[in-house]
């Protein structure tokens, strides 16, 4: 059975960080490109960062560019979103997803993912 398992989301005030993880089980990992998404109340889901399965490139929206950093630990079948400098605005409930096979890197639409995990909070307080 496919499943994605995200962890480490918190509350945390607006200048710290944290480091969400995105576990894998059922599938190995490292054969997909990984991507993260957020939603805040009220709002679309919108991507935050994406890894890709064949060469590790890493791809970022520009609200969170230079503040987060994507990872993957393949011997952990694990990738990580490493968010530092954290704002107000990043609260959210934040999802990883694996990418079809096949499909390249995107953070403009959810569509070509085709796995979930359930989503952790982040609450970032001013």
């Known amino acids: 059975q496919v499943q994605l398992v995200e962890s480490g989301g918190g509350l945390v005030q607006a200048g710290e960080s944290l480091r969400l993880s995105c576990a894998a089980s059922g599938f190995t990992l490292d054969y997909y490109a990984i991507g993260w998404f957020r939603q805040a109340p009220g709002k679309e889901r919108e991507g935050v960062s994406c890894?890709?399965?064949?060469?590790?490139?890493?791809y970022y929206a520009d609200s969170v560019k230079g503040r987060f950093t994507i990872s993957r630990d393949n011997a952990k079948n694990t990738v990580y979103l490493q968010m530092n400098s954290l704002k107000p605005e990043d609260t959210a409930v934040y999802y990883c997803g694996s990418l079809a096979m096949g499909f390249s890197c995107t953070l403009v639409t959810d569509s070509p993912y085709d796995y979930w995990g359930q989503g952790t909070q982040v609450t970032v307080s001013s």
């Open positions: 890894i890709s399965s064949s060469d590790g490139k890493t």
